[in-house]
């Protein structure tokens, strides 16, 4: 665990929640972030911990997930260099509300709660992005929890290929390729399926030659009969 200003500065202008940054601002704020280094597998916190720290990542992939009473496990996303998480117990100071695990060797930079209050204390334009970074997340949030409701399994699951796409998607050729490693089970958990339903969904898909599935690797290759499918599903495209 240890500083390092001028990777941290390159690193923090790629999140979007400080995309905005000023250079000089950017500077000032990643000498304030500390490297940590994950394993595949391991446990960065638990749901219930307390919060304190949001977390950049550099280089790898994490993934978030809560746990329900029965013991079901509700993946909620997969991240990966760019990304951040843990904000939210940033700002209230509340126990973390999910589970974040590292899924391959991964590299964060972390900033204290005390440090990004600080901060923002002395910076209002920097507080009122964070105000419309946020809101964006809930927007988000509130689209997920209507997809739940209103769309059937083949939309939500084309939503959520199109979301992973979008994170994380490169252009290639075909269409855009989802740089994920994801199983049919990550899928089922995304989208409040079971594994086999997601199997006869993706089956689907394959034959309609819109999206391409090569082992733990998913191609979208027709993105408009995806959104498509989402409008007669009931669903809003955004």
């Keep these: 665990m240890k500083r390092e200003p001028n990777r941290a500065s390159n690193s923090l202008q790629t999140v979007p929640f400080f995309a905005k940054l000023s250079q000089e601002d950017a500077d000032q704020l990643s000498q304030r972030l500390i490297m940590r280094r994950f394993s595949p597998g391991q446990i960065i916190f ?3 911990d307390p919060g304190g720290l949001l977390y950049l990542i550099n280089k790898g992939k994490v993934k978030i997930a809560h746990s329900t009473p029965d013991g079901q496990e509700a993946l909620l996303a997969i991240l990966g260099a760019g990304d951040f998480f843990g904000e939210l117990a940033l700002i209230d100071d509340s126990p973390r509300s999910a589970t974040a695990e590292a899924l391959e060797t991964t590299e964060t930079f972390t900033l204290h709660r005390d440090e990004f209050i600080d901060y923002l ?10 105000l419309q970074t946020l809101a964006q997340h809930i927007r988000r949030l509130n689209s ?24 994380h998607g490169k252009q290639v050729d075909e269409g855009i390729r989802i740089e994920l490693s994801l199983t049919q089970t990550d899928l089922a958990e995304m989208t409040g399926a079971t594994r086999v339903s997601i199997n006869k969904a993706l089956g689907r898909f394959r034959r309609s030659k ?6 733990r690797r998913f191609t979208i290759l027709d993105a408009d ?3 498509n499918l989402i409008q007669v599903s009931g669903g809003a495209s955004y």
């Design 144 to 167: 997920q929890i209507s997809d739940i409701f209103f769309l059937d399994l083949p939309g939500r699951l084309a939503r959520t290929l199109l979301n992973l796409a979008q994170q």
């Design 225 to 227: 009969a995806l959104e």
């Design 210 to 215: 819109w999206v391409r599935v090569q082992g």
């Design 121 to 130: 204390s002395k910076n209002p334009d920097f507080a009122l992005h964070v």
């Design 46 to 48: 638990h749901h219930g």
